[in-house]
């Protein structure tokens, strides 16, 4: 049975290629151009990829131009000829952009972790968790040794050996406390139980060594003290553990985790405003750091081996190592991946902090690399926290500089302790500018080296903002895999289930189902019936 075509003016449609189902495709002649692609349509498209990568193209944007011009004005005098007031004001607009991400960082940490764990069953919990400890452990020694070998085959201290004063910086720390590396991670487990909560939220707690009498002989004596600084980790597990806590009261805690879902979701519209300001701080933060610098010709002319090895080995640990782990295990376009966080990647160059940039980049891989959110608001601030790719990269790099710099040899132990020394010491450190120098001087007592850090300051300004593109991109990363792996969990947990359910069919055999047969035929007889009919029709 043949339906009949369709009624109307043939003129008006035209056949096309056939579809999927061999039936061919109708299409109005009044619109050719729809058929043709013509230049109306394209334009629509870029336009329309235009206004989808807005923000991403003017925070580019806004990179290059403060670049641009920071060399300018330092060219032209720089901060000399501006003056302290002036460059202060140049500077202000960076400056509100730096306190209103750190603004959001306590509410976002908080509510995001307690909602996130309030949602994960406590088995897939300590599953998803262990696999990002596990995935942040990995990367990080995998950077370490990429410092470590470039450091090693490019030797950027072997030409300074002979300079003995520091190049570019005249507020340079004159003498960096001592501390031992058993002292870090006792700190490391104090911070994970701070005292205060209230105290936690802006402060930390630090030991370092200093001199005094002990039976009558002047030795290093720890001292323990509070420093300024959010103490992120200790709120990251509180709010775990109090997130699994709601989740164990059942019906009598749904009303505080929904509490702390809207105060979350509330927060993600403020990042989504904040966002839009974002080009412009990042233009004069980068202009301003620029300016700050005496002479950036001389800086990059004496350091610039050094520069290279740690931009170089950033490079390839961000641009080939992390995208190659995503995609041996997703099968996708790793850089597809990355585009969609080209904006807090800039972000993270403007601000030179991790933890800042952690707003925004829950933000986009929610939204453009489609992470859920109780995977991106439980892994993205553990990772913040733990997961410090550059500043590990960064620390085995100025480790061995400063070993060439004084002369001194590194032999296999050495290595290796650099090694584990710098990976361990990143876990926990502070998500701040200029964080990884601080958990620098843990690695150079670890290996009696001096804790001479004038050279490193001189150009941490612009080392540390590769540090924490590399450090935000590796969180990223373990977002989306970790996102991979509940999906191929879900898929291979439905399979058993379908078995089961077909295994349980009743052994008794039931009745021979009646085949049913077109319905627009169903008032006549069937196909035996009808083809006897039409051969007597046919005879007579």
């Not at 300018?72 to 730096?98: D, I, Q, W």
């Not at 307690?114 to 599953?127: E, F, K, Q, T, W």
């Not at 942040?136 to 020694?141: A, I, N, P, Q, S």
């Amino acid at each position: 049975m043949v339906s009949d075509p369709p009624k109307g003016d043939p003129k008006c449609l035209v056949a096309a290629e056939p579809t999927a189902n061999g039936l061919p495709a109708l299409v109005s002649k009044e619109n050719p151009g729809a058929a043709r692609g013509g230049s109306c349509l394209s334009r629509d498209k870029v336009r329309g990829c235009l206004r989808a990568n807005l923000l991403v193209l003017l925070t580019v944007v806004a990179v290059v131009v403060g670049v641009a011009l920071g060399l300018g004005v330092s060219g032209a005098g720089g901060a000399g000829a501006l003056g302290p007031a002036r460059l202060a004001a140049f500077a202000f607009p960076g400056e509100l952009l730096l306190r209103m991400l750190r603004m959001i960082i306590l509410p976002l940490v908080v509510c995001s972790l307690i909602g996130g764990a309030a949602s994960l069953d406590p088995s897939a919990l300590g599953r998803l968790g262990a696999w990002a400890l596990f995935f942040f452990l990995v990367t990080t020694l995998l950077a370490s040794a990429i410092g470590l070998g470039l450091a090693l085959a490019l030797r950027p201290g072997a030409a300074l050996a002979a300079m003995n004063a520091s190049v570019g910086v005249t507020n340079a720390r004159k003498e960096t406390p001592s501390k031992e590396v058993l002292d870090s991670f006792l700190d490391l487990l104090r911070n994970i139980f701070p005292s205060n909560l209230v105290s936690a939220a802006f402060r930390s707690y630090a030991t370092s060594r200093e001199m005094g009498q002990f039976n009558g002989t002047q030795v290093k004596v720890p001292v323990g003290h509070e420093v300024e600084g959010m103490n992120i980790l200790g709120l990251v597990v509180f709010a775990i553990v109090f997130g699994v806590a709601l989740r164990k009261l059942g019906p009598e805690g749904e009303l505080l985790i929904r509490f702390f879902n809207s105060f979350n979701d509330a927060t993600m519209v403020l990042v989504s405003w904040i966002m839009w300001y974002a080009p412009v701080g990042i233009l004069f933060l980068v202009a301003g750091k620029i300016m700050e610098m005496e002479d950036v010709g001389l800086l990059f002319a004496s350091l610039g081996k050094y520069i290279l090895c740690c931009l170089l080995g950033h490079a390839i640990h961000g641009l080939f190592v992390l995208p190659l782990i995503y995609f041996v295990f997703t099968r996708k376009n790793p850089y597809h991946f990355l585009w969609g966080i080209v904006t807090p990647l800039a972000t993270a160059f403007g601000t030179s902090s991790s933890s800042a940039t952690l707003p925004l980049m829950m933000k986009c891989v929610e939204e453009r690399n489609g992470v859920s959110k109780h995977i991106s608001r439980f892994i993205l601030p553990i990772g913040a926290t733990v997961n410090m790719d550059g500043a590990a990269l960064f620390q085995c790099v100025a480790a061995v500089f400063i070993a060439q710099l004084n002369q001194q040899t590194l032999d296999f132990v050495k290595i290796i302790t650099i090694l584990v020394t710098a990976t361990a010491s990143s876990v926990g450190a502070a998500g701040i500018p200029a964080g990884g120098v601080l958990t620098l001087a843990i690695i150079l007592e670890a290996v009696n080296l001096p804790v001479d850090i004038s050279l490193i300051l001189a150009v941490d300004w612009l080392v540390d903002r590769s540090c924490t593109i590399l450090n935000v991109e590796g969180d990223a990363f373990g977002a989306g895999l970790l996102q991979h792996y509940v999906d191929r969990t879900e898929c291979q947990s439905s399979v058993p289930e379908l078995i089961h359910v077909k295994s349980e069919t009743p052994q008794t055999p039931l009745p021979a189902p009646v085949e049913e047969g077109n319905p627009l035929l169903k008032r006549y007889p069937g196909p035996a019936g009808d083809a006897d009919a039409f051969e007597e029709e046919s005879v007579m």
